[in-house]
């Protein structure tokens, strides 16, 4: 067997799913870390139908040009970090008028806490260049 400094390094090129013990991976937009538990507490939740907030024409315009932009999946379901989905999320409800926009992108997209992922964006270096990708492509 090798040893485990030669097993360091490990890449995926996709997508890739992990059911099973809490597995954390840092700023990696293609991993999705599904009914993981961490001290027996549950991180994810199970995702919900698509709200009647995110059904309308003009979320459907939103959902295509995000998914043009490559930030989520034909599903609707984000594939960029916890941090820059929540801006992804809160541009989405302000052009939507959605009030419970937490919730309603919680449920959807079975994460927990973007609001607070979402303050932790704010102080992010790389907030601004996304920012204002989002304005520019989700408006």
Request: charged share 30%.
């Amino acid at each position: 067997m090798k040893d485990m400094k030669e097993m360091t390094g490990v890449t995926f090129n996709g997508s890739v799913t992990f059911n099973g013990p809490m597995f954390d991976i840092h700023d990696n937009d293609h991993v999705t870390i599904v009914n993981s538990e961490r001290e027996g507490k549950k991180i994810t939740e199970e995702k919900s139908e698509t709200p009647a907030e995110l059904q309308t024409e003009e979320a459907r315009r939103l959902w295509d040009a995000a998914r043009d932009a490559g930030w989520v999946d034909d599903g609707c379901q984000p594939l960029l970090s916890r941090s820059l989905s929540a801006l992804l999320a809160d541009r989405m409800a302000t052009l939507l008028n959605i009030q419970n926009k937490w919730k309603v992108f919680e449920s959807f997209w079975g994460m927990k806490g973007l609001r607070s992922a979402y303050n932790n964006a704010l102080n992010q270096k790389q907030f601004d260049e996304f920012y204002e990708k989002l304005k520019n492509n989700i408006r």
